[in-house]
C-alpha cells in the first residue's frame, strides 16, 4: 500500500489524457484537420505544445544530473542559442511554410529541387526521429525500475531490463492511441495538460528540496562552483589552437551556447516536421511565431529549474548522506537516477505520484508529437505523394493512423535496444545521448532548405544527395576518435554533440553549391511562387 496513493494519481493522469485526447476524434476526419487542426489553434495552446514536444522526460532527468554533476548553470547558457535561433526561424522558415502551404516541410524541396531531394529529406527526417525520440523513451522508464526495486529489492540487470521494456512499451501504446485517434488537436490539448502537469510537479520539487535542507537556500549556495552561468572554455595551454580544440570539444561553453546550439536549434525548430508541425497549426503566421518566440524566452528559466533541483539534490545528499543511492555493478554513483530516487524516498505519497506523472507527462508529450510528426511527413510525402485528387479523405486519415501505428511499433523497438545497451553500460549520459543523434544528419537537412531558400539557381537532386550523404560521414567521422585514430590521427579532435549540426550543416552546404538547378526546375519553381503570389493578392 506504500505507493497506492501515488498509483491512483498516476491512474487519473492517465485517465483525463486519454479522455482529451480520445474526445479530438470527431475533428480530425480530414487530411488538414488531423495534420494541422485546420490551422486553428490558438497561439497559447501551440505554445504549450512547443515546450512539451522539446521537453522530453532526458531533460526532466538530465539537466538535473548535470547540476548535480557539475554544481552549477553551465547547461542552461545552452538556452541562449535556443533564442536566437527561435528569432530567425520566425523570420526565415515560418513565413515560407505558411506561404507554401505545405503540411509536410519537406514539400518545399521537392518544389525547388526535385522529388528525390524531398523523398531523401523526409526519409532522413524519419531515420533520424525514431533513433531520437526511441532513447528519450527510455528514461521516463527509470523511475519505474526504481520504484520496483524499493518494493521487491534489488534487480539483476536482466530483470532490470525487461521493467524498462515493458514500461516504455506501455506508455507508448497508451499515448499511441490518444494520437493514432485524436490527430494533432489530440496531441496539442494533452500537450498543454502535460506542461502544465510538469510545471506543477517542478515548482513543487524545488520548494520541497530547499524546505529539506538544514539551511536552505543557503546550504545550497555553499557547493555551487564556478563557472556559474558563462565558460569562455579558457584552455591550460595558451594559444589558439588550445583554445579552439577546448571550444569544439566542450558540451556546455559560451560558443557553443551562441554558435552550436543556434545552429541546432535552427535544425529542431526550423526543418523538423516534429516541431514545425506544431507552429503551423497557429491560425496565422504572426501567432505562430510570437508562440516560438516565447517558448525560447520560457526556455531559459525551464532549463534553469531543472538544473536548480539537481544542485539541490547535491546539497541535500552531502546534508544527509544515503548509502541506498543507486549504484552501477562497478560502484559508480549513477547520478542520472538520483533525482528519481529522491522522488521515490523523500516525497510524500501523493506528491510524489504528482511528480511522477510529470516525468511521464514529459516522456508522452514528445513521443506524441513525435508520432504524428512522422504519420504526416511519411504518408504525405510517400503514400499520398502521387494519389488521386479524388481519393477519400476518409482513405487519407486511414493512413495516418496505420502509419502513426507502425512508427509506434518501431520506437518501441529502439527503446527496448536503448534500455538494453544502458542497462549494461550505465555510465552513459542522457543529454549527449539524445540530443547527439540528431547531430548526425540534421545539419545536413538543414544545409539542404538553406541552399533552396538563399539560392534560386544552386542544387539539384543529385547534388543534394552526394552532399547531406557526406555531411554525414564527415559528421560521424569527426565524432568517433577512434575511426580518426584509425586513419593515422595521433591526437583525435571528436566533436561536441552541439557542433554536429554546425559542421554537417556548412559541409553539406559547400557540396551542394557546386550542382546547378536544372533549367526546368527553376522554370517550375518561379512559376509556383508566381502562383502562390497570385493566390494571396
Same mark, same amino acid.
Given at each position: 500500500m506504500k505507493f497506492a496513493v501515488d498509483a491512483i494519481v498516476l491512474l487519473a493522469y492517465f485517465a483525463v489524457i486519454l479522455s482529451i485526447g480520445l474526445a479530438q476524434r470527431k475533428k =480530425?476526419?480530414?487530411?488538414?484537420?488531423?495534420?494541422l487542426g485546420e490551422r486553428q489553434m490558438a497561439w497559447w495552446a501551440v505554445l504549450a505544445s512547443i515546450l512539451a514536444a522539446e521537453?522530453?522526460?532526458?531533460?526532466?532527468? +538530465?539537466?538535473?544530473?548535470? +547540476?548535480?554533476?557539475?554544481?552549477?548553470?553551465?547547461?542552461?547558457?545552452?538556452?541562449?542559442?535556443?533564442?536566437?535561433?527561435?528569432?530567425?526561424?520566425?523570420?526565415l522558415f515560418i513565413p515560407l511554410f505558411y506561404k507554401q502551404g505545405v503540411i509536410s516541410l519537406?514539400?518545399?524541396?521537392?518544389?525547388?529541387?526535385?522529388?528525390?531531394?524531398?523523398?531523401?529529406?523526409? #526519409?532522413?527526417?524519419?531515420?533520424?526521429?525514431?533513433?531520437?525520440?526511441?532513447?528519450? #523513451?527510455?528514461?521516463a522508464a527509470i523511475v519505474v525500475v526504481l520504484a520496483w526495486e524499493l518494493w521487491h529489492g534489488a534487480v539483476d540487470p536482466k530483470q532490470q531490463f525487461l521493467i524498462f521494456a515493458v514500461a516504455l512499451t506501455i506508455i507508448s501504446l497508451l499515448t499511441a492511441v490518444y494520437t493514432m485517434v485524436g490527430g494533432i488537436r489530440a496531441v496539442i490539448w494533452t &500537450?498543454?495538460?502535460?506542461? =502544465?502537469?510538469?510545471?506543477?510537479?517542478?515548482?513543487?520539487?524545488?520548494?520541497?528540496?530547499?524546505?529539506?535542507?538544514?539551511?536552505?537556500w543557503a546550504s545550497a549556495n555553499a557547493i555551487i562552483e564556478t563557472?556559474?552561468?558563462?565558460?569562455? *572554455?579558457?584552455?591550460?595551454?595558451?594559444?589558439?589552437?588550445?583554445?579552439?580544440?577546448?571550444?569544439?570539444?566542450? &558540451?556546455?561553453?559560451?560558443?557553443?551556447?551562441?554558435?552550436?546550439?543556434?545552429?541546432?536549434?535552427?535544425?529542431?525548430?526550423?526543418?523538423?516536421?516534429?516541431?514545425?508541425?506544431?507552429?503551423?497549426? *497557429?491560425?496565422?503566421?504572426?501567432?505562430?511565431?510570437?508562440? !516560438?518566440?516565447?517558448? +525560447?524566452?520560457?526556455? #531559459?528559466?525551464?532549463?534553469?529549474?531543472?538544473? #536548480?533541483?539537481g544542485i539541490l539534490l547535491f546539497a541535500f545528499y552531502q546534508a544527509y548522506p544515503d548509502p541506498n543511492l543507486?549504484?552501477?555493478?562497478?560502484g559508480t554513483l549513477e547520478t542520472r537516477n538520483v533525482f528519481p530516487h529522491f522522488i521515490l524516498t523523500q516525497m510524500p505519497m501523493g506528491l510524489r505520484g504528482l511528480v511522477v506523472a510529470g516525468i511521464?507527462?514529459?516522456?508522452?508529450?514528445?513521443?506524441?508529437?513525435?508520432?504524428?510528426?512522422?504519420? !504526416?511527413?511519411?504518408?504525405?510525402d510517400f503514400l499520398l505523394d502521387q494519389a488521386p485528387e479524388d481519393l477519400p479523405e476518409s482513405r487519407r486519415v486511414r493512413l495516418l493512423r496505420i502509419s502513426t501505428l507502425a512508427f509506434a511499433v518501431a520506437i518501441i523497438l529502439v527503446g527496448v535496444i536503448t534500455a538494453y545497451y544502458i542497462t549494461y553500460h550505465p555510465g552513459t549520459e542522457i543529454i549527449p545521448l539524445v540530443l547527439g543523434i540528431l547531430g548526425f544528419t540534421f545539419g545536413s537537412l538543414l544545409g539542404v532548405f538553406l541552399v533552396g531558400?538563399?539560392?534560386?539557381?544552386?542544387g539539384n537532386d543529385f547534388g543534394n544527395i552526394l552532399a547531406m550523404c557526406i555531411g554525414f560521414a564527415l559528421v560521424i567521422f569527426l565524432s568517433n576518435g577512434k575511426l580518426q585514430s584509425a586513419v593515422g590521427i595521433s591526437n583525435p579532435l571528436v566533436l561536441a554533440f552541439p557542433w554536429r549540426v554546425v559542421f554537417g550543416a556548412v559541409s553539406t552546404i559547400l557540396i551542394a553549391l557546386l550542382f546547378s538547378t536544372p533549367p526546368d526546375r527553376i522554370r517550375a519553381a518561379s512559376e509556383h511562387e508566381a502562383t502562390l503570389a497570385h493566390k494571396t493578392e
Amino acid at each position: 500500500m506504500k505507493f497506492a496513493v501515488d498509483a491512483i494519481v498516476l491512474l487519473a493522469y492517465f485517465a483525463v489524457i486519454l479522455s482529451i485526447g480520445l474526445a479530438q476524434r470527431k475533428k =480530425s476526419q480530414t487530411l488538414e484537420g488531423y495534420t494541422l487542426g485546420e490551422r486553428q489553434m490558438a497561439w497559447w495552446a501551440v505554445l504549450a505544445s512547443i515546450l512539451a514536444a522539446e521537453i522530453s522526460a532526458a531533460t526532466f532527468l +538530465g539537466a538535473p544530473e548535470s +547540476g548535480f554533476t557539475h554544481r552549477n548553470w553551465a547547461y542552461a547558457q545552452l538556452a541562449i542559442g535556443t533564442i536566437i535561433a527561435r528569432i530567425i526561424v520566425s523570420f526565415l522558415f515560418i513565413p515560407l511554410f505558411y506561404k507554401q502551404g505545405v503540411i509536410s516541410l519537406y514539400e518545399y524541396l521537392e518544389t525547388r529541387f526535385g522529388r528525390a531531394s524531398r523523398r531523401f529529406a523526409s #526519409l532522413t527526417f524519419a531515420v533520424t526521429r525514431v533513433l531520437a525520440i526511441g532513447t528519450r #523513451l527510455y528514461v521516463a522508464a527509470i523511475v519505474v525500475v526504481l520504484a520496483w526495486e524499493l518494493w521487491h529489492g534489488a534487480v539483476d540487470p536482466k530483470q532490470q531490463f525487461l521493467i524498462f521494456a515493458v514500461a516504455l512499451t506501455i506508455i507508448s501504446l497508451l499515448t499511441a492511441v490518444y494520437t493514432m485517434v485524436g490527430g494533432i488537436r489530440a496531441v496539442i490539448w494533452t &500537450d498543454f495538460i502535460q506542461v =502544465s502537469v510538469l510545471a506543477a510537479a517542478l515548482v513543487f520539487s524545488i520548494f520541497f528540496l530547499i524546505h529539506k535542507l538544514p539551511d536552505g537556500w543557503a546550504s545550497a549556495n555553499a557547493i555551487i562552483e564556478t563557472p556559474y552561468f558563462f565558460d569562455f *572554455a579558457k584552455p591550460v595551454e595558451p594559444g589558439f589552437m588550445p583554445w579552439l580544440r577546448n571550444v569544439l570539444t566542450q &558540451d556546455y561553453t559560451l560558443w557553443t551556447a551562441v554558435i552550436g546550439i543556434t545552429v541546432l536549434t535552427m535544425s529542431t525548430h526550423g526543418i523538423d516536421q516534429d516541431t514545425v508541425q506544431r507552429m503551423l497549426t *497557429a491560425k496565422n503566421r504572426r501567432q505562430s511565431a510570437f508562440a !516560438t518566440i516565447l517558448s +525560447g524566452l520560457i526556455d #531559459l528559466p525551464l532549463v534553469s529549474a531543472f538544473i #536548480l533541483i539537481g544542485i539541490l539534490l547535491f546539497a541535500f545528499y552531502q546534508a544527509y548522506p544515503d548509502p541506498n543511492l543507486p549504484r552501477a555493478m562497478d560502484g559508480t554513483l549513477e547520478t542520472r537516477n538520483v533525482f528519481p530516487h529522491f522522488i521515490l524516498t523523500q516525497m510524500p505519497m501523493g506528491l510524489r505520484g504528482l511528480v511522477v506523472a510529470g516525468i511521464m507527462a514529459t516522456a508522452m508529450g514528445s513521443l506524441s508529437t513525435a508520432l504524428n510528426a512522422l504519420a !504526416t511527413s511519411f504518408t504525405r510525402d510517400f503514400l499520398l505523394d502521387q494519389a488521386p485528387e479524388d481519393l477519400p479523405e476518409s482513405r487519407r486519415v486511414r493512413l495516418l493512423r496505420i502509419s502513426t501505428l507502425a512508427f509506434a511499433v518501431a520506437i518501441i523497438l529502439v527503446g527496448v535496444i536503448t534500455a538494453y545497451y544502458i542497462t549494461y553500460h550505465p555510465g552513459t549520459e542522457i543529454i549527449p545521448l539524445v540530443l547527439g543523434i540528431l547531430g548526425f544528419t540534421f545539419g545536413s537537412l538543414l544545409g539542404v532548405f538553406l541552399v533552396g531558400i538563399f539560392t534560386k539557381t544552386r542544387g539539384n537532386d543529385f547534388g543534394n544527395i552526394l552532399a547531406m550523404c557526406i555531411g554525414f560521414a564527415l559528421v560521424i567521422f569527426l565524432s568517433n576518435g577512434k575511426l580518426q585514430s584509425a586513419v593515422g590521427i595521433s591526437n583525435p579532435l571528436v566533436l561536441a554533440f552541439p557542433w554536429r549540426v554546425v559542421f554537417g550543416a556548412v559541409s553539406t552546404i559547400l557540396i551542394a553549391l557546386l550542382f546547378s538547378t536544372p533549367p526546368d526546375r527553376i522554370r517550375a519553381a518561379s512559376e509556383h511562387e508566381a502562383t502562390l503570389a497570385h493566390k494571396t493578392e
